[in-house]
């Protein structure tokens, strides 16, 4: 695939208003244990059933002398949370995901990419970072709804972060870190790159989800597709293909977005990624998402454009009306593809008993 977006964490420092899921907050004594715990317990399982090979054909560049007719590129792991360098989440889990990552795609050039708000960087964190194989630091906190960080107050954080980044002998990146843009991805110099939920960026509009819900923040309208872009649906079933992603939850959860549609697609603690995949390839409502059309999901089902763009209505928490075709994805997927997708399961499952 080109890209796998992985928590590996619902731990983290802060309880941003904004966050697209409410389970990304402050855990304190037990409570934090367990997190932690059931993290260690499943990443090894997770990274166990990723593909073998993490690569896929660049289809922006064909090439007459590549044996399948396009440039391959290696692909990338973007690791994340909540927040991936809180204690004890980046010794218990984020270090040793890293080493496995590492020793599973060693070789093949594939990109690891560390995610994280960006205030808890220090030059020791850096350097351990970039001894487990990390290519790319992205610094995802720098926009008005991180406290401390409004306006000017994150300048002197923008400025030390860069300060400590190139002293670590890192770059930063030159292509938009919004943007599905990695042409200047190099295996020779580690890259990081600085952004946040501001205007300009493809969260800008905050999506519908979590506590950004709650809150009423979203500023997305009908005609704003989040599936159609990158973080979306978008490409998910072309494994092997650029645009192909998929993003996975610290409990082994699969979605085809960041976003996260009402039900998980399958579980990387039982299953392996490509098998999940596989299943999916040729079902009208996958198909259609992994097209960018989610008002297509339901054709198949009797629910036509019409049907989802209305299903796709609701009222937020505030008592505003809103209209997203989001919230017609979520209806769709409780009212008639969760039975389907356990039926997906439960037949996969039963091949995979078959074959052992």
């Given at each position: 695939m080109e890209n796998i977006y992985y928590v590996i964490s619902w731990a983290?420092?802060?309880?941003?208003?904004?966050?697209?899921?409410?389970r990304f907050r402050p855990y304190v004594r037990d409570e934090l244990t367990g997190i932690v715990s059931h993290s260690k317990a499943s990443f090894p399982k997770i990274i166990a059933n990723l593909p073998e090979e993490l690569g896929y054909l660049d289809l922006s560049s064909p090439s007459e002398t590549e044996p399948q007719g396009y440039v391959r590129?290696?692909?990338?792991?973007t690791i994340s949370g909540g927040e991936v360098l809180v204690d004890p989440v980046r010794e218990q889990v984020l270090y040793p995901a890293l080493e496995m990552l590492r020793d599973k795609y060693h070789g093949q050039g594939v990109l690891i990419s560390v995610q994280t708000t960006g205030d808890l960087v220090t030059p020791k964190i850096i350097d351990e970072l970039l001894a487990r194989g990390v290519?790319?630091?992205?610094?995802?906190?720098?926009?008005?709804?991180?406290?401390?960080?409004?306006?000017?107050k994150r300048v002197p954080l923008i400025e030390q972060l860069r300060?400590?980044?190139?002293?670590?002998?890192?770059?930063?990146?030159?292509?938009?870190?919004?943007?599905?843009?990695?042409?200047?991805?190099?295996?020779?110099?580690?890259?990081?790159?600085?952004f946040g939920a501001t205007?300009?960026?493809?969260?800008?509009k905050i999506w519908p989800r979590g506590r950004a819900w709650e809150n009423s923040l979203s500023?997305?309208?009908?005609?704003?597709?989040?599936?159609?872009?990158?973080?979306?649906?978008?490409?998910f079933l072309n494994r092997g293909y650029s645009g192909s992603e998929v993003s996975i939850d610290p409990n082994g959860d699969v979605f085809p977005c960041c976003l996260k549609t009402a039900a998980p697609l399958g579980n990387l603690r039982e299953e392996r990624l490509d098998d999940i995949l596989d299943s999916l390839v040729g079902h009208p409502a996958f198909e259609a998402i992994s097209m960018g059309?989610?008002?297509?999901?339901?054709?198949?089902?009797?629910?036509?454009l019409a049907r989802f763009l209305e299903e796709s209505r609701t009222t937020r928490p505030?008592?505003?009306?809103?209209?997203?075709?989001?919230?017609?994805?979520?209806?769709?997927?409780?009212?008639?593809?969760?039975?389907?997708?356990?039926?997906?399961?439960?037949?996969?499952?039963?091949?995979?008993r078959a074959a052992e």
């Amino acid at each position: 695939m080109e890209n796998i977006y992985y928590v590996i964490s619902w731990a983290c420092h802060r309880r941003c208003k904004h966050c697209y899921e409410s389970r990304f907050r402050p855990y304190v004594r037990d409570e934090l244990t367990g997190i932690v715990s059931h993290s260690k317990a499943s990443f090894p399982k997770i990274i166990a059933n990723l593909p073998e090979e993490l690569g896929y054909l660049d289809l922006s560049s064909p090439s007459e002398t590549e044996p399948q007719g396009y440039v391959r590129r290696p692909g990338r792991m973007t690791i994340s949370g909540g927040e991936v360098l809180v204690d004890p989440v980046r010794e218990q889990v984020l270090y040793p995901a890293l080493e496995m990552l590492r020793d599973k795609y060693h070789g093949q050039g594939v990109l690891i990419s560390v995610q994280t708000t960006g205030d808890l960087v220090t030059p020791k964190i850096i350097d351990e970072l970039l001894a487990r194989g990390v290519g790319r630091i992205s610094c995802a906190g720098m926009d008005d709804y991180h406290v401390g960080h409004e306006g000017d107050k994150r300048v002197p954080l923008i400025e030390q972060l860069r300060e400590m980044f190139h002293a670590a002998g890192m770059e930063e990146a030159e292509a938009d870190p919004t943007k599905r843009d990695w042409s200047d991805l190099r295996p020779d110099k580690p890259l990081y790159s600085l952004f946040g939920a501001t205007e300009d960026a493809w969260i800008g509009k905050i999506w519908p989800r979590g506590r950004a819900w709650e809150n009423s923040l979203s500023k997305a309208g009908i005609t704003d597709n989040f599936c159609n872009v990158w973080s979306g649906g978008l490409g998910f079933l072309n494994r092997g293909y650029s645009g192909s992603e998929v993003s996975i939850d610290p409990n082994g959860d699969v979605f085809p977005c960041c976003l996260k549609t009402a039900a998980p697609l399958g579980n990387l603690r039982e299953e392996r990624l490509d098998d999940i995949l596989d299943s999916l390839v040729g079902h009208p409502a996958f198909e259609a998402i992994s097209m960018g059309h989610p008002e297509r999901m339901g054709l198949a089902h009797g629910w036509d454009l019409a049907r989802f763009l209305e299903e796709s209505r609701t009222t937020r928490p505030d008592g505003e009306p809103y209209r997203n075709l989001c919230i017609g994805c979520d209806r769709f997927f409780e009212k008639v593809l969760g039975p389907e997708l356990e039926r997906l399961r439960a037949d996969r499952l039963a091949a995979k008993r078959a074959a052992e």
